[in-house]
């Protein structure tokens, strides 16, 4: 994978945290940046991606207590 080097002002204090936390798992300080901007690009993938959902269970009318019931349904459809 291709990377590019970028230029981040991060408050000291946050850094001194960063670096601790880099230290004690034996990380360097990129690649604990690099996993912590992953997992907050996936984060927000997952939330765009439940709303999404929500919607379209709202717009159908299916209710929370309906989530086990159609489960169900559909495992025993694919048996």
Same mark, same amino acid.
């Given at each position: 994978? !291709? =990377?590019? =080097?970028?230029?981040?002002?991060? #408050? $000291?204090?946050?850094?001194?945290?960063?670096?601790?936390?880099?230290?004690?798992?034996? @990380?360097? @300080?990129?690649?604990?940046? +690099? $996993?912590?901007?992953? !997992?907050? /690009?996936? +984060?927000?993938?997952?939330?765009?991606? =439940?709303?999404?959902?929500?919607?379209?269970?709202?717009?159908?009318?299916?209710? #929370?207590?309906? /989530?086990? @019931?159609? /489960?169900?349904?559909? !495992? @025993?459809? !694919?048996?």
């Amino acid at each position: 994978m !291709r =990377t590019k =080097t970028i230029n981040l002002a991060v #408050p $000291e204090d946050l850094l001194n945290e960063v670096d601790k936390v880099a230290q004690d798992e034996y @990380r360097t @300080r990129s690649e604990l940046l +690099r $996993e912590a901007l992953r !997992r907050y /690009v996936l +984060r927000k993938q997952f939330i765009t991606l =439940t709303a999404s959902l929500q919607k379209q269970a709202k717009d159908k009318g299916f209710k #929370p207590e309906d /989530v086990d @019931r159609i /489960v169900a349904a559909d !495992r @025993r459809a !694919r048996k």
